[in-house]
Each structure stands twice: as structure tokens, then as C-alpha cells.
């Protein structure tokens, strides 16, 4: 019989409420026991849906409070020096995981958190394990041997996930001196074994261990070193899971691993699995991964039948079923959502509906489709009604998609000839000031904007306290003498919900929550079918603020790969394809603004380098659309009008080329925290237009003397000339408030000055 399981499920629980009981707990409204209970509540849930559907195991180890990757270095004991007044030995306790996690947690003196960055090219996030070179493990926490203890007493058939050693290391950071993390295993490794066997003596009979390394284009020493590290480690009488995810993998590369069986993604080419199957280890099981575990879409469950049961002539019982990889990146329950059309909802399938489609394939596989005609039947019809819905194809934009030319990404002129006629337009001095859109979004935007959606203003008395709120922002920025200013999106929530909700084909869910890393949680929006502007979005908001100030106003949009990276997408055509959709509307929004007077307009794409694929052998291609993406929406221009975009990023030397054919006027960029670092990139590569490099961290309230200010900007001028060279924040302000934000700004305005006097005197020397 093929078996079914599932990687993982979502840890925030159908309402929030791990979310809600974190933070309750944070805040000092709730005891310890009390956030407990709530862990045991939604661990409960999870399993008993697992078992209900009919899965062969339940996975018990998914669950956290925070993060897995956090959880595992407290398992391992890998606690960070300077929180070792909060260890213990033999436990490290929840409130030490939290210390690490946001440097603060109740009854705890604040420390420096952990470094926290995203999960491969997802859009959760993992706090980082920090490694030294005399770094010692042991088992430090109980948790995962309680919870697979307390699943076994409810009747479960138990499968504990653990992440494996070798990802374990690759996700981790060395701190203090340098040293090849390998070296590190000969201490790791008999901590794993201690593990694997407190597990045997738990009567387990089957463990995952994530190694989704595996899928990255690893270096060699890493790629050999695999089977050497399994080898070393005693499964006892477990059967033994490998796990890998996000890609595929190639079958020589775990051939020789001493695992009873190996999962892999075939979710995005499920045409891999029969080769793949051929080609398989006779002694082993192959897991397939064919309900996808990132996007909301229901499965073909037909189509997938088919390539299962041809693999499954190949493979007969070593085949099973599962998820491409855990549930954590969906909502949790369809059934919750009451607001979504019927047609709509019935294309979806969250966490609970994934688990469900897992268990059939297995199920039809195992004793025949008959059984199962109803289910399939039904599943045909949603998947024919999707295909054919007048909802998703709309030949006005397919027209227009096929109308563009390579001219449409073209800029009129060269950079150097736009610059001198963007000086002219603008009469910017030297070392121009700006911010990066939003301003603080106070507790009276909120409320304005909340009571609207709830009907208890109308539209006009909305549109007067926007309107006010703008004229307020504009004046503050002109009291703090900036040059180029914003409007501050106190009519925007979300950089691309705000969008979403005027594009059309995009869809909002009530309870869609899926989550970003520890307490916080997003709702993407959906994105199901051809997209396009049915009316400009911003012009109303970027005109007024223009009518308010002689000073240039930014127009401010975010990019086509952001708005892509940050929503479920529809998955019946190509990446590349919506992404040129949402361009051409963004074209015309930029083509309105230009047309209404704005001067300046602001592209984000804080996604660009994230949405990278994790092979590089797939980097063109992608780099190729998402540049072309931009330039399409930005290219409709005369000369005079500066388009600026913005990104966020941990890396730029791999994909500096492809941010220089932007062509974007000016590129600001969150710098600050990497002490300039990142500017490194230019010294191999002279990035041909402006820049602004963040001058200071706005996740910080504290705030930057002038003297940081200048000394950020003196070093960004070995890299930049000061003709090239902006001065602007990290990012936008809309988590500070306002008397952090008009000192900071402050400060930043007289070190740009003091910066502008003492280089206007002297020539500045191109940078390399």
C-alpha cells in the first residue's frame, strides 16, 4: 500500500491563535501555562485533522513558537553567548527563546536578538544560528520528546520531523573568527545520535529529516560531505525519511545515502517524477511531493492521478504521497472563508483541503477510483471551471501583452543625457534628501481608515482626512528642509494590498493568514487571472500633495515582481507572463502621474533579489523577465522624469549587472545595518546612475547623531561620487513614530548639509 503524509502544517493555528496568545503573553496579560495550553490546543487540532483525512502518520515536531530553525538551535543547545545568564544546562526555557528571537521577552533584561532572515525564496523568515569556532551542542530542550509523548498517548501513528545537520549548518552564521562550518560536525554529530536514539526509545518508526540544502547549488565539499555525515549517524530500528524541498534534486546526489526512503518536490515539474522513479534506488521509497505546499490552488487531482499511477507501476509500494513540502506557506482552512464568491473558492484549497487531497491520491492509488468517483468528479468540475472562466482570460490584455516591443523598455535617452535634463527640471543640490515613502502610521490613521471600511464615514469625509493628513506630512517635511518629498501613504495598509484591491483579477481572503515569522502573519492577496487598471490608482493622492508644496513630490508604486513575490499567483501560465500584465498597468499609472505634473516617481521592488531561484543555472532567465518587467513599466517617460526604485536586500554583488539595466534613475537601498558593506559591490563594478544608500536603520528607534550620518556618507563616496550620491533613510517610517522620525530626519538634513558645503568647495573624483 502507498502511503500519504505531509511535511508539515501551518503552527498559527485556523483563528491566530498562537499569534494572539504570544503576544498576550508578551505584553504580561497571560501566564506561561496559559500560552501553553494554547500550543497544546492547536497541536491537538493539527493532528486529529491529519488523522481524520486519513494520513498514514501525523508529523509532530512542525509545531513552534517562533521558528523551527530557532527551535532546533535551542535543542542543540547552540545558545548564543551573551544570553547564558538565561541557560540552564539541562533546559532552555521559552522566554531565553524569545530573548533570542526579538532580544526581549517577560522577566528578561534586553539583549541583542539573533539575525533573522528569509527561509530559501519563501516569504517566511528563520532566526539564524550563530556558530563559533569553539561552538559545543547537547540536547537542551524537551519539547519535541514531550509532544511525540503526548501524541502517542492520543492513539497517533507518530512521524517527529527534525531539520537535518547539514542544513543545520548551511542556515547557521560564524561569528567572531572565521572557520569552515564542517569543521563543526565532529561535535554536532553525537548530539544527533543522542537525539535519534531518545526517538528510537520512544518507539518511533519512521523520522523526517529536513535536508532541503540539497536543492541549492551546494559547493563541493558540502555535496560530499552528505554521505559522509549518514553514515556516521544509527537510525536503529527507525525507518529513516530524507526530506528536501523548494526544487528538485538529481538522483545520483542521494544514491548513496543510507535512508529507508527520500521525499522530493515534484510540484513545479511534475513531469520529473516517472524518469526520476526510474532511475530511484530499488531499496528505497520515493516520497512524492505533488500537492503543492505554497500555493492556494486545488490540485488536478486527475492529471496528478495519472503520473502517480504510472510511477507507482515502476515503484508499486515504495511510492507514497505527500506535500511538496510542509503547510506552514498556506491559510489554514478554506472552510473559514465566507466572503469569497463560490466560483472563486471553489479553485482554492488551503492547509486542511491540501491534507485532504494527500490522503485521496493515496487512497485512490491503494484500492481504485471507483471509490472515489464523487470526489474526483467533483474536483474535475472546479479545475474545467477555472480553465474556462470568463473571470480569467480577458483578450483586451492578452492583445496588449502581445503589442509590446522591446522599444516599449527602452528610455528615450541614455542615463547621462537624462540626468542633465532631470537637473534642470529638479535644481537638486548636492547630496539630495529624501525619504523612502511612508511616514509614522499613527493610531488616528488606523482608525480612519478602519471606520470607512466599516461604513461609519463616507467617502468624501474620508477623502478630507486623507487630504489632511497629507498637508500635514508635507509641511513637516518642509520644516525639515528635505528636497524631495512624499506623500506619506497614510491611505495605504500594504505596499501591494493597496494595489491589489485597484488591479483587476486580484482576490482578499478574511482569514488567509499565513506567517511571516514568529507572532507576525500576512494575508497575500490572490492573484487569479488576467490583470489590469481599470482606473489610476495613486494620481488623486501624489496631485494633491503636489498642489501643497513648490517642492517635488514623489509619486509612489510598487514594482511588478513585489506585487508578484508577495501574493498567491495563479499558476496556468507563466511567472513571466502576469508579471508583464501587472507592468503595463503600472505603465499607465506612471504615464498618469507624468501627465499630472509629478517629476519623480518611485518604483519599489524590495522583492527583486529575494524572488531569485535557488539554482543558478535559473537566475537568467528569471533576471531577464524581472528586468525587462521594469523597464516596461517604467520606460513610458520623457527625459525630465525621474524614475527611482528601491530595494532591500542581504546581497548585491551577484546581481548588481542585472540592477544597473534597470536603468533607474536613482536606486536607494537598505544599507545601514551591514555598516555599508553592501557597497562593496561597486568596488569591482561602476554602477552608472545615482544612489542612495540608507543612512541609518529605521527598524531602530534610536536615533543617528549627524556625525553617523556623515560618516555613512563619506564612506558611500569611496564607492559613489558625491554628484550621484543620495542621502536617504533605510527604508520607510511607517513602524516609527513621530518624534523619532523628526529628529532622525533632522540629523540626517545637517549632515547632508554639512556634507554639501564641505564638497561643493572641492572636485570630486569619479569612484572607481
Known amino acids: ?19 494572539k496568545a504570544v503576544e498576550a503573553y508578551w505584553q504580561g496579560q497571560i501566564t506561561l ?78 539583549t541583542t536578538a539573533c539575525e533573522m532572515t528569509k527561509w530559501f525564496n519563501t516569504n517566511y523568515h528563520y532566526i539564524v544560528p550563530e556558530l563559533t569556532i569553539d561552538q559545543q551542542f547537547h540536547i537542551a530542550t524537551e519539547y519535541l520528546f514531550k509532544s511525540i509523548d503526548h501524541a502517542q498517548k492520543l492513539g497517533y501513528r507518530v512521524k517527529p520531523v527534525l531539520l537535518g545537520p547539514m542544513s543545520f549548518l548551511w542556515l547557521g552564521k560564524v561569528k567572531g573568527n572565521n572557520f569552515n562550518k564542517l569543521t563543526l560536525l565532529n561535535r554536532l554529530l553525537p548530539v544527533y545520535q543522542q537525539i535519534l536514539n531518545r526517538l528510537e526509545s520512544q518507539k518511533i518508526a519512521l523520522i523526517q529529516i529536513d535536508e532541503p540544502v540539497l536543492v541549492l547549488d551546494l559547493p563541493d565539499d558540502w555535496r560530499n560531505t552528505f554521505a559522509t555525515v549518514y553514515q556516521h549517524l544509527n537510525f536503529g530500528d527507525m525507518k529513516s525519511l530524507l526530506a528536501t524541498y523548494f526544487g528538485s534534486i538529481e538522483v545520483e546526489n542521494i544514491q548513496e545515502l543510507p535512508f529507508s526512503g527520500v521525499h522530493v518536490d515534484f510540484s513545479n515539474h511534475p513531469e520529473e517524477l516517472l524518469a526520476f522513479a526510474k532511475q530511484f534506488p530499488k531499496e528505497k521509497f520515493l516520497s512524492a511531493g505533488v500537492v503543492s505546499g505554497r500555493n492556494i490552488w486545488k490540485c488536478d487531482l486527475t492529471k496528478t492521478l495519472s503520473l502517480l499511477t504510472s510511477a507507482k507501476e515502476i515503484l508499486k509500494d515504495r511510492l507514497w504521497v505527500a506535500s511538496s513540502c510542509s503547510l506552514l506557506h498556506v491559510p489554514v482552512n478554506l472552510e473559514i472563508e465566507h466572503h469569497l464568491d463560490q466560483e472563486l473558492k471553489s479553485w482554492l484549497s488551503f492547509a486542511k483541503q491540501k491534507v485532504e487531497e494527500v490522503a485521496l491520491l493515496a487512497k485512490v492509488l491503494n484500492q481504485g477510483a471507483n471509490l472515489f468517483s464523487n470526489q474526483l468528479k467533483e474536483n474535475q468540475e472546479a479545475i474545467a471551471s477555472r ?68 461604513g461609519k464615514i463616507n467617502s468624501s469625509q474620508y477623502t478630507q482626512k486623507l487630504r489632511e493628513q497629507i498637508q500635514f506630512v508635507i509641511k513637516k517635511q518642509e520644516q525639515l528642509n528635505l528636497d524631495v518629498l512624499v506623500h506619506g501613504e497614510s491611505e495605504r495598509t500594504d505596499m501591494v494590498e493597496y494595489f491589489g484591491e485597484l488591479l ?66 495563479r499558476d496556468d501560465q507563466p511567472l513571466a507572463d502576469t508579471a508583464a500584465q501587472i507592468a503595463l498597468a503600472l505603465r499607465d499609472e506612471v504615464q498618469d502621474l507624468e501627465l499630472a505634473g509629478i517629476h519623480v516617481i518611485q518604483i519599489d521592488e524590495p522583492a527583486f533579489r529575494e524572488a531569485l531561484p535557488l539554482r543558478k543555472k535559473d537566475w537568467q532567465e528569471y533576471l531577464d523577465w524581472a528586468v525587462a518587467c521594469f523597464r516596461l513599466a ?127 568647495k572641492q572636485p570630486v573624483t569619479e569612484s572607481r
Request: aromatic share 8%; charged share 20%.
Open 33 to 110: 501555562a496559559q500560552l501553553e495550553a494554547t500550543g497544546t490546543e492547536i497541536q491537538e487540532y493539527n493532528w486529529k485533522l491529519q488523522a481524520d483525512a486519513g494520513l498514514d502518520f501525523v508529523t509532530v515536531g512542525d509545531f513552534s513558537w517562533y521558528d523551527h530553525v530557532l527551535d532546533t538551535t535551542t535543542l542543540l543547545g547552540a545558545i548564543p553567548q551573551r544570553f547564558k545568564q538565561l541557560k540552564n544546562a539541562n533546559n532552555v526555557a521559552l522566554n531565553t527563546v524569545f530573548c533570542m528571537a526579538r532580544g526581549q521577552a517577560p522577566g528578561v533584561p534586553e
Open 387 to 454: 480553465k474556462n472562466s470568463s473571470r480569467i482570460h480577458h483578450a483586451a490584455v492578452k492583445e496588449r501583452i502581445s503589442a509590446i516591443t522591446e522599444r516599449m523598455t527602452i528610455r528615450n535617452n541614455p542615463y547621462e543625457k537624462r540626468a542633465a535634463q532631470q537637473r534642470k527640471q529638479l535644481n537638486l543640490p548636492l547630496f539630495p534628501t529624501t525619504t523612502i515613502g511612508s511616514f509614522p502610521q499613527t493610531q488616528e490613521i488606523r482608525t480612519l481608515r478602519r471606520d470607512y471600511k466599516a
Open 634 to 760: 517604467s520606460s513610458g517617460v520623457q527625459d525630465q522624469t525621474q524614475i527611482h526604485t528601491h530595494m532591500c536586500y542581504s546581497e548585491f554583488n551577484d546581481v548588481i549587472e542585472a540592477i544597473a539595466k534597470l536603468d533607474a534613475d536613482v536606486i536607494t537601498i537598505e544599507n545601514s545595518r551591514s555598516e555599508m558593506e553592501l557597497l562593496k559591490a561597486f568596488e569591482t563594478f561602476a554602477y552608472p546612475n545615482e544612489i542612495g544608500p540608507g543612512v541609518y536603520d529605521i527598524h531602530s528607534p534610536r536615533v543617528p547623531s549627524s556625525q553617523e550620518i556623515i560618516s555613512h556618507l563619506e564612506n558611500a563616496l569611496r564607492y559613489v561620487p558625491a554628484q550621484r550620491l543620495w542621502v536617504n533613510p533605510d527604508c520607510g517610517l511607517k513602524t516609527r513614530n513621530w518624534p523619532e522620525v523628526e529628529q532622525a530626519l533632522t540629523n540626517m538634513v545637517k549632515g547632508a548639509k554639512i556634507c554639501r558645503e564641505k564638497y561643493a
Open 1 to 19: 500500500m502507498s502511503k500519504s503524509h505531509i511535511l508539515g502544517f501551518p503552527r498559527i493555528g485556523e483563528h491566530r491563535q498562537m499569534k
Open 504 to 569: 483587476s483579477s486580484f482576490a482578499f481572503t478574511q482569514n488567509g493568514w499565513v506567517q511571516s515569522y514568529g507572532s507576525r502573519c500576512v494575508k497575500p492577496p490572490i492573484i487569479f487571472g488576467d490583470v489590469s487598471r481599470p482606473k489610476s490608482m495613486t494620481v488623486e493622492w501624489i496631485q494633491f500633495a503636489q498642489s501643497c508644496t513648490n517642492r517635488p513630490v514623489k509619486g509612489m508604486l510598487t514594482g511588478p515582481v513585489t506585487i508578484l513575490s508577495w501574493s498567491f499567483v
